[in-house]
């Protein structure tokens, strides 16, 4: 099959319809502009009924999170600040998840203005990794830096469709690598990769996958239009905009959604995020499982992202994490590297839970001792180039404990459970246990001497909260912990 049957046969309008409500998307221009200029002053006593709300972890409505939006008053934003703080410690406690991408291919039969992959930019070399340099990525991330998540990512094309997708899926998984004391390994993979038809869905399920991740890029149909080119796959806005409604029916049921801001109004595009959570819990029950937020960084020779029309600012950057965390309560929240570490560390307090670190995003880049991340290989500029060593010591420092868990996936925590658990405040419990256990794992196999010394008196401080906390589970915990400090891996309740 050529290039021109193989985009033919991609996108089935069939697979769409049986969603759109009387002809019309979830997603309504006018609907959403009404909400924003409705909600033009909030008062503030309409501002703190709105945070209570946000406290019981409940979804807000369109007309509430357009109220929160709007607030331009310095003693409001600073409550709305804390209790987005508060609401992530009440969900999910004070842990971290990290994770690393792992960039699969830059093949890409889609034109998009801002992005460094698009098909008419002839300043990237192609490349996309065999199944041996699949393995020998894997090796770097789990062996010697460390990482039991990753995100791999794939464009739209051929060279990169499901059946690679799958195989490379197994082919991570399969890797193992002797530690200092046990075995790395990755444990859960999230997979960042274009909208796929039902049958393609199942068997990425099938394949063992955790969140599947798709966004939207921009939820306002006029400028999707303009910056994604008609006649290309991407440039079909139901189609995408539909995906997670047939990941959630083909048995995905925790799906990524996100926007790149910079795009169109930032006001909007919460919006947006926050009204396609409504309808994924009205038609699922299960809303996003995470939401990301990403910036659009330069690229090369893509003019476009050099100078975006609508460039977010810093302080309208963390208002918007800080609206999200309110809103959209239950869900994870992804910073990534393409911001710099000063505004990473300034917005970990605002609600997020997980991120990226010993992050390249250039195609084989980790096992590339040089020129790890040369621009003509990689979608864009980073931002932060910590290592993951330096990022946890940072977390640690500042009271956070960095969570490599992926044991509620693999005892079927996930979807409506997760969500119910997540709600109630018990899905935290669990998550402690694990994150210190496998924080031990880590700090055991990974850590520099000055990462250990600083996380040491934090590990200490969360083992006394459990003991304190949970005491009727707290001898079953110590057992694992013992188990672990000599040598086991990968326990976990």
């Given at each position: 099959m050529n290039i021109k049957e193989w985009k033919e046969a991609r996108i089935k309008n069939e697979e769409i319809g049986k969603f759109i409500t009387g002809g019309k998307y979830f997603i309504n221009p006018e609907?959403?502009?009404?909400?924003?200029?409705?909600e033009k002053i909030p008062s503030r006593d309409r501002v703190r009924e709105i945070l209570q709300k946000s406290l019981s972890v409940e979804t807000l409505t369109m007309e509430e999170t357009a109220c929160l939006l709007n607030v331009e008053d310095r003693e409001i934003l600073e409550e709305m600040k804390e209790t987005a703080a508060e609401v992530k410690k009440k969900v999910y406690d004070n842990r971290i998840v990290t994770f690393a991408p792992l960039y699969m291919g830059n093949y890409c039969v889609n034109d998009c203005k801002y992005c460094?992959?698009?098909c008419s930019n002839r300043g990237v070399v192609r490349k996309v990794l065999s199944?041996?340099?699949?393995?020998k990525e894997t090796e770097v991330l789990a062996g010697k830096i460390g990482h039991k998540r990753l995100i791999t990512v794939y464009g739209e094309h051929p060279a990169n469709d499901i059946d690679y997708i799958i195989d490379t899926i197994k082919t991570v998984y399969k890797v193992k690598v002797k530690t200092k004391y046990g075995c790395g390994q990755i444990r859960r993979?999230?997979?960042?990769?274009p909208p796929f038809a039902m049958d393609d869905l199942v068997k990425l399920h099938e394949a063992g996958i955790g969140t599947y991740q798709v966004f939207q890029e921009t939820y306002h149909p006029s400028t999707y239009s303009s910056v994604h080119p008609a006649g290309t796959l991407k440039g079909n806005y139901p189609w995408r905009l539909y995906v997670m409604h047939r990941a959630m029916e083909a048995g995905i049921d925790d799906v990524g959604m996100g926007v790149l801001f910079g795009l169109y109004d930032w006001k909007f595009e919460v919006m947006g995020l926050v009204a396609h959570d409504r309808e994924l819990e009205q038609c699922f029950g299960i809303g996003a499982h995470t939401v990301s937020f990403p910036r659009i960084d330069p690229a090369i020779e893509t003019p476009y992202s050099d100078n975006p029309p609508f460039r977010v600012s810093d302080e309208d950057f963390k208002k918007l994490i800080t609206v999200i965390r309110l809103a959209i309560p239950h869900t994870g929240m992804i910073i990534t590297a393409r911001e710099t570490a000063a505004i990473r560390n300034e917005s970990l307090s605002l609600g997020i839970t997980q991120t990226d670190a010993s992050t390249r995003i250039?195609?084989?880049?980790?096992?590339r001792e040089k020129d790890s991340d040369t621009a003509d290989k990689q979608q864009f500029i980073l931002g932060d180039m910590r290592s993951l060593d330096q990022v946890i010591r940072e977390f640690a420092d500042r009271g956070y404990i960095t969570s490599f868990c992926t044991a509620g996936y693999r005892c079927s925590r996930t979807g409506k459970c997760i969500m119910e658990l997540l709600r109630s405040g018990q899905e935290g419990k669990f998550c402690k246990l694990n994150a210190v256990l496998t924080f031990r794992e880590w700090l055991n196999d990974f850590a520099s001497e000055q990462t250990r010394a600083i996380a040491e008196p934090l590990i200490n401080k969360e083992i006394s909260e459990i003991r304190e906390q949970q005491p009727g589970v707290y001898p079953s915990f110590m057992e694992y912990y013992k188990r672990i400090e000599k040598g086991e891996r990968d326990l976990y309740f």
């Open positions: 609907e959403i502009n009404g909400h924003l200029a409705a460094g992959f698009r199944l041996e340099e699949v393995a993979i999230n997979v960042n990769a250039g195609i084989g880049a980790y096992t």
